[in-house]
Nanobody, 122 residues
């Protein structure tokens, strides 16, 4: 079993910064791509940024130039540095991991974290 535990959300003023972290833990797993998604009330869940195991990144247009995704493979952790935050960035941010778990054979699967609230308000 694998768990994704997020941290770093909170309340920040417009123009401020936050850094989200998501750590994967468990036994017998291999991480592939990891990413961050967000969901505002009444809206669909949208991709924010993803990063491959080799460090190749992809960003949503709204995140380009303001957000930066990175990962530490030794710690099984992905980060999202968010700068110049706007009220419209307010949402629950979810970590996602594409990974393989060993259950006799390597089985590819996908996990979500529990989400962390980010609120941008003065």
């Amino acid at each position: 079993q694998v768990q994704l535990v997020e941290s770093g959300g909170g309340l920040v003023q417009p123009g401020g910064s936050l850094r989200l972290s998501c750590a994967a833990s468990g036994s017998a797993f291999r991480l592939n791509a990891m990413g961050w998604y967000r969901q505002a009330p009444g809206k669909q869940r949208d991709m924010v940024a993803v990063i491959s195991s080799e460090g190749i990144t992809n960003y949503a247009n709204f995140a380009k130039g303001r957000f930066a995704i990175s990962r530490d493979n030794a710690k099984n952790t992905v980060y999202l540095q968010m700068n110049s935050l706007k009220p419209e960035d307010t949402a629950v941010y979810y970590c996602n991991a594409d990974l393989e778990v060993l259950i006799g054979i390597w089985l590819r699967t996908n996990y979500w974290g529990q989400g962390t609230q980010v609120t941008v308000s003065s």
